[in-house]
T-cell receptor, first 114, second 111 residues
Framework: DSGVTQTPKHLITATGQRVTLRCSPRSGDLSVYWYQQSLDQGLQFLIQYYNGEERAKGNILERFSAQQFPDLHSELNLSSLELGDSALYFC?????????????FGPGTRLTVL | GQQVMQIPQYQHVQEGEDFTTYCNSSTTLSNIQWYKQRPGGHPVFLIQLVKSGEVKKQKRLTFQFGEAKKNSSLHITATQTTDVGTYFCAGFSGSARQLTFGSGTQLTVLP
């Protein structure tokens, strides 16, 4: 158990819909990262927050947005869903925002868009 | 942008054989991390390399960082069934300001 929690575990929805994925980082970690992992694919970095502020942005679609709240939990919002958005979405956290810190990954949310 | 290539994509070995996965970056890296993801699981941090030419060992696993800090490798000696999973390298460069993951090497160990 990494200490990072993600809800829900599974999500099945239809094209065009909007969903929200939630992540709680490890206690004491200030930075949260979101990744997308499609079938047999690597980890695509989406976005990073550090202590409530956006720190780095990857290949995140305009239909996707995220935020980190004062209690440090984070939410990833996916809208106008397409079939190709079906993937495993991981949240990770680290103590600080620098890349020299190991990232602790949550169990992931499996999103299926029908 | 920064690219991190990893080969091979898949590797099947007999239990007891050695295994190596290679990671190459298009840019010089500040540091490189390695993660392991078991089937159905999430990535778990293994190690970080920072210095040019650095070599670190964890039991049967040996990690190397190239002299030019653009490549890295993970070598497993005498694989066991518990080594099954996908191994990812992840590199950070100052210009990218983010950790870029390689595509991973999926290791299957046949008993």
């Amino acid at each position: 158990d990494s200490g990072v929690t993600q809800t829900p575990k599974h999500l099945i929805t239809a094209t065009g819909q909007r969903v929200t994925l939630r992540c709680s980082p490890r206690s004491g970690d200030l930075s949260v990262y979101w990744y997308q992992q499609s079938l047999d694919q690597g980890l695509q970095f989406l976005i990073q927050y550090y202590n409530g502020e956006e720190r780095a942005k990857g290949n995140i679609l305009e239909r996707f947005s995220a935020q980190q709240f004062p209690d440090l939990h984070s939410e990833l919002n996916l809208s106008s869903l397409e079939l190709g958005d079906s993937a495993l979405y991981f949240c990770a956290s680290s103590v600080d925002g620098g890349a020299s810190y190991e990232q602790f990954f949550g169990p992931g949310t499996r999103l299926t868009v029908l | 942008g920064q690219q991190v290539m990893q080969i091979p994509q898949y590797q099947h070995v007999q239990e007891g054989e050695d295994f190596t996965t290679y990671c190459n970056s298009s840019t010089t890296l500040s540091n490189i991390q390695w993660y392991k993801q078991r089937p159905g699981g999430h990535p778990v941090f293994l190690i970080q390399l920072v210095k040019s030419g650095e070599v670190k060992k964890q039991k049967r696993l040996t990690f190397q960082f190239g002299e030019a800090k653009k490549n890295s490798s993970l070598h497993i000696t005498a694989t066991q069934t518990t080594d099954v999973g996908t191994y990812f390298c992840a590199g950070f460069s100052g210009s990218a300001r983010q950790l870029t993951f390689g595509s991973g090497t999926q290791l299957t160990v046949l008993p």
